[in-house]
């Protein structure tokens, strides 16, 4: 993460996983879960690890659909994101990035397992389709060097 960091020239870059959250009394089904398993930080910005653990997908479960759907969420100016867009992807305005990149990280068979988000936090930051694309190719080989493809 710190060399997609460095490329990127982000202020913050997170990998998260879904896991299994322990089960659900009485049901005993399973609670589907997910945590920032990774992060790398620059230096002055707050990191998100300790307060993103074990949070129900259920919270964010517009944003996930979407990544999920659609391989990627880009939100290049979040304060000019249109209050109707922030709804519709279950996005929260109040973070303390000023730009932000989701990458989807799937499995052989499709299905989602993991997150790589971009955040640009002292400044905008309008990333080429050449470089999303890039960062989608990091995001792929990151989750298969962790096995999450497999």
């Known amino acids: 993460l710190d060399a ?35 992060e790398s930080v620059r230096p002055g910005i707050t990191p998100l690890r300790e307060r993103y653990q074990n949070i129900p997908v259920s919270i964010f479960s517009k944003s996930i659909n ?50 790589l988000t971009i955040f640009y936090v002292k400044k905008k930051k309008n990333l080429t389709d050449e470089r999303v694309t890039d960062l989608q190719l990091q995001a792929a080989a990151l989750g298969s060097g962790l096995h999450l493809n497999g």
């Open 66 to 115: 979407f990544v999920a759907e659609n391989n990627l969420m880009t939100i290049p100016d979040v304060k000019n994101l249109p209050l109707h867009d922030a709804d519709v992807l279950g996005f929260s305005k109040n973070t303390d990035s000023k730009s932000q990149y989701i990458i989807a990280i799937k499995s052989i068979d499709n299905k989602l397992v993991g997150m």
């Open 4 to 38: 997609l960091l460095e490329e990127f020239e982000c202020d913050r870059i997170t990998l998260m996983q879904f896991h299994n959250g322990g089960n659900l009394y009485p049901s005993g089904k399973s609670n589907i879960k997910f945590s920032i398993f990774y």
